[in-house]
């Protein structure tokens, strides 16, 4: 290779480099949000997240805050340039009052009644004739479908589908279900079981289910509680249940079922009807929100602690508030590993590890019903656990705190 080959590809390969590195920067900078938000007061402001700061590419210039009196907080408006001369993107921050909860952690036992009845599979009837292929399924019923209205009276328990269906006995019934927000009405007749006098349209359906999960927050000013972080989905179907009604209860773990790579573990826990905390009243993709109406167990905080909004959470060491015996909420060593920037909700803002020696030598690391546990940060509530990794059980996912406390209609 002659000497001007020789430096012609090294030049080109410095060229690729530079232009990678151009590319990398430019999305970065793409990405990021037009308007960012940070608590407390003006003096507070820094450009500390990664996303902004300074580096040979881009430059960040920013003017003096100003007071917007109708929304009664400063803004800080910043140019980012390339070279620290061409504007390519302007974002405002946003400096909102300190806004404060109380963090949980509390084992809670949680049942929801659906709004409508679940189909969760179909089944062959055993007639005087023969088997007989599912009466629901040749009609078109799918699963996944809601069944909410039968001859125009609205059902809600699998108990009234049964008794609507044998009360019919071999008329077409008009079953009106929902799916992804379209409804539509499926005409289907009952059959005749072996036992003489008895229906069925061949349906496995579900109107109701219960478990164990943990309080992330409660504002005791409104009486509002958050919690699971992510929302409570079929097993079957893995839809989200939309609900009717339900409540959440003062619960105890009994025992633990320790996580290890391919087999997630488990907190299994009891809780009584008899002991009500609240009403579940939305379940979304975010977590469970209600109203909190009787005093919850006791925590390590029974008192309210500043949020961190997404911008303030670093990188780093951060704590856990969970239950892992009994409903004593003890504090567990994590570190967040990766930060998502995000504009909209979900669930999976951040990546976490458990550094605790107790807390990975008790459970492995993450387990079921550790969802809703609060992740605190330098006194601050940051967010809460909301999965773990299969096949890496001391790590899992958060979700900003943010994005729960907008889904309870809480504003800060």
């Not at 040749?138 to 589908?161: F, M, P, Q, W, Y």
């Not at 379940?283 to 029974?302: C, E, H, L, Q, W």
């Not at 809460?384 to 889904?407: R, S």
């Amino acid at each position: 290779m002659s000497l001007k080959s020789k430096y012609l590809s090294i030049l080109t390969s410095f060229s690729i480099v530079i232009a990678l590195t151009f590319f990398a920067a430019t999305i970065n900078v793409i990405s990021l949000p037009d308007d960012i938000k940070i608590s407390g007061s003006s003096t507070q402001i820094n450009l500390r997240n990664n996303s902004l700061k300074n580096n040979l590419i881009y430059k960040i210039d920013s003017n003096s805050s100003e007071k917007n009196s109708k929304f009664k907080k400063d803004t800080l408006n910043i140019s980012i340039k390339l070279f620290g001369i061409i504007p390519v993107k302007k974002m405002t921050l946003s400096i909102v009052p300190e806004f404060k909860v109380i963090p949980g952690g509390q084992p809670i036992g949680v049942k929801i009644n659906m709004d409508g009845i679940l189909v969760v599979g179909f089944s062959d009837i055993d007639t005087q004739n023969g088997w007989k292929q599912s009466p629901a399924l040749t009609s078109g019923i799918n699963i996944g479908d809601r069944i909410i209205e039968i001859n125009g009276v609205k059902v809600n328990r699998c108990s009234e589908l049964s008794s609507i269906i044998n009360n019919n006995k071999d008329s077409v019934l008009k079953i009106k279900v929902i799916n992804s927000e379209k409804t539509r009405i499926v005409d289907v007749k009952p059959v005749e079981t072996k036992n003489k006098n008895e229906y069925k349209i061949g349906l496995w359906v579900r109107d109701s289910t219960a478990g164990v999960g943990t309080l992330t927050f409660y504002d005791d000013k409104n009486n509002i509680f958050g919690a699971l972080g992510h929302p409570i989905s079929d097993v079957d179907t893995m839809l989200i249940l939309p609900i009717s009604s339900g409540k959440i209860y003062n619960a105890k773990i009994v025992s633990v079922e320790q996580g290890v790579r391919g087999r997630p573990g488990e907190l299994r826990g009891t809780f009584s009807m008899e002991d009500e905390i609240g009403d579940i009243e939305k379940n979304t993709s975010t977590g469970i929100y209600g109203k909190i109406n009787s005093r919850v167990s006791k925590n390590i905080y029974n008192y309210a602690i500043p949020i961190a909004l997404q911008n303030e959470i670093k990188e780093g060491p951060a704590k856990i508030l969970t239950s892992i015996d009994g409903n004593e909420v003890k504090e567990y060593s994590i570190y967040i590993e990766k930060l998502t920037q995000q504009s909209k909700p979900n669930s999976k803002s951040m990546i976490i590890r458990v550094t605790d020696s107790e807390l990975l030598r008790k459970t492995g690391g993450i387990v079921q019903g550790m969802s809703g546990s609060p992740i605190i940060q330098d006194g601050k509530l940051a967010g809460a656990v909301t999965h773990v990794f299969v096949n890496k059980p001391d790590m899992g996912y958060g979700i900003y705190i943010e994005w729960m406390l907008k889904e309870a209609g809480i504003n800060f």
